[in-house]
């Protein structure tokens, strides 16, 4: 690959298997071994380091974590530049998806010695009950390809700090950045064995998993992706009664309100719908705009979205990249298709840019969108913000809870009872009010309905990587 990277060795196409860079998986070299049996092998390997791992102080585990965090920061412009090769995002976006996923590392770094248990007041004389946290042992990380670091973090260094150890598997369309993400892990000090990856083609995916649904050593799942792979998964681990933490698809709602700041909606729907070309599964997939402002607002939102440059990853103007393949643009220009047929308005965009190249589409404005048309049903994933016009407040959060789904929603009001009510109606894990831009580290991020279970990131994040011993001392009186 030709890539302009200070550290060529951090380019690796290997599986991580108990320290050793092995099998020669990935890229080009996909089919060459069976991944199966690297996938056991990272079982065998993760288990042996269990005990050892568990027993670290959690201060030295910290410590190995803080080390790894300083080196992904160390080399955040490799490795934003391996991020947007790889995945199509725009350079200045591969850099912040570093920083983001280094501040995982060190929150989850800062959480490691804060695993406090409990002690409870006994109800009988000469006792002395315990509650304490311990490791849930081997545990399983998936990862989806848009954001191919930051996902891995925020999996990876709660597992490492609750004294987990790791068997990973990174999407098959953007190994290069997890892989790189390992190796700096293991120069920080993480010791063989305790984090292995094995990377497999789209086609092997599931032999590898399915090695790990059916080992009882693997005590933990944690999954992002599709919604069908995970209900797949969580049927699949039902035999060996895995813990599960599930982050899967979205349909987010954003609302806004006649008495909204509109400038400000318009900023905030920019950032958060075409953050990474719109393949974030947070970004709103249906725009609720009522009545009064409605067509001011579509009037100032398509002009900030025709202005958008358009371009590849590398170019420094670039802000929409390629989508990831041909999949996933074959997708969107669907979904377009049929809300046109079923009465929408193309305001801008709306088609490929073949120009750019096979997997490029321009960003979009739809007008008159409505409940039926396929974008109001499942996800576009891409750089299309479908309006639909709306009445009152009863009407559209029926309309925004219409959804088996119920990860992300947003609304924008200067009405503070409103802000209150609303917060509360929606159907959600996670709500921006008048906020577009609402992923952090130090704040739980997840699911409720089909969007999955389990939390990532804050306090809540380490629980997921924990299991409560109940200890029972007698004979104490
Ligand atoms: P997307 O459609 O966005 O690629 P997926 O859910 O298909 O989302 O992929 C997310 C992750 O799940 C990837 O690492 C992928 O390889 C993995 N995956 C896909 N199919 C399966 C499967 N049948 N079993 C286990 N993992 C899978």
């Known amino acids: 690959m030709s890539l302009d990277l200070t550290r060529r060795d951090l380019i690796l196409a290997d599986h991580l298997i108990d320290g050793r860079w092995c099998g020669a998986a990935a890229g080009a070299r996909f089919a060459v071994t069976d991944p199966a049996d690297g996938s056991l092998a990272a079982v065998d390997a ?13 201060r030295e585990r910290a410590q190995v974590l803080k080390r ?32 983001y996923a280094a501040s995982y590392v060190e929150w989850f770094a800062e959480q490691a010695v804060r695993a406090n248990g409990e002690v409870i007041p006994a109800p009988v004389g000469g006792r002395r009950l315990l509650a304490l946290r311990e490791p849930v042992g081997v545990v399983a990380v998936i990862t989806p390809w848009n954001f191919p670091a930051a996902m891995i973090a925020r999996k990876i260094a709660p597992a490492l700090a609750a004294g987990c150890t790791v068997v990973g598997k990174p999407a098959e369309d953007t190994p290069l950045t997890s892989l790189a993400l390992a190796r700096l892990a293991q120069e920080a000090g993480v010791p063989d064995g305790v984090l292995n990856l094995v990377t497999a083609s789209r086609a092997q995916a599931a032999a590898v998993v399915d090695v790990w649904l059916a080992d009882a050593r693997v005590r933990k799942i944690s999954f992002t992706g599709s919604t069908p792979v995970g209900k797949h998964l969580a049927r699949a681990s039902a035999d060996t009664l895995k813990r599960l933490s599930l982050e899967l698809g979205g349909n987010a709602p954003f609302l806004v309100f006649d008495d909204a700041d509109l400038d400000a909606a318009v900023q905030g729907l920019m950032a958060s719908k075409f953050r990474n070309g719109g393949q974030t599964c947070v970004c709103p997939n249906r725009i609720y705009v009522q009545d009064g402002v409605h067509d001011a607002f579509v009037d100032k939102l398509a002009g900030r979205v025709a202005a958008l440059k358009v371009g590849p990853a590398s170019a420094a103007d670039s802000q929409i990249g390629p989508m990831i393949n041909a999949r996933a643009v074959d997708k969107i220009a669907r979904h377009v298709e049929d809300a046109v047929a079923q009465g929408a308005r193309v305001v801008t965009g709306g088609r490929r840019l073949e120009a750019l190249g096979p997997n490029y589409y321009a960003p979009t404005v739809l007008a008159g969108a409505t409940p039926r048309m396929q974008l109001s049903c499942e996800e576009t994933f891409g750089p299309v913000a479908p309006v639909f016009r709306f009445r009152d407040e009863a009407e559209v959060l029926a309309l925004a809870n219409d959804t088996p789904f119920g990860l992300a929603a947003y609304f924008y009001t200067r009405d503070i009872a409103r802000a209150h009510r609303v917060a509360s109606a929606l159907e959600s894990g996670i709500v921006g009010v008048n906020e577009g831009a609402i992923s952090t580290d130090v704040a739980p991020f997840g699911g409720v309905k089909e969007s999955g279970y389990g939390r990532e990131g804050s306090v809540h994040g380490l629980d997921d990587y924990l299991q409560i011993k109940y200890v029972c001392e007698g004979g104490l009186g």
Request: aromatic fraction near 4%; charged fraction near 25%; glycine fraction near 8%.
């Open 68 to 99: 790894w965090h300083a080196a992904i920061l160390a080399h955040q412009e490799d490795l934003g530049r391996l991020i947007s090769r790889e995945q199509g995002k725009p350079l200045a976006e591969g850099r912040g998806e570093i920083a």
């Open 46 to 58: 993760a288990q042996r380091a269990l005990p050892a791992w568990r027993a670290k102080p959690a």
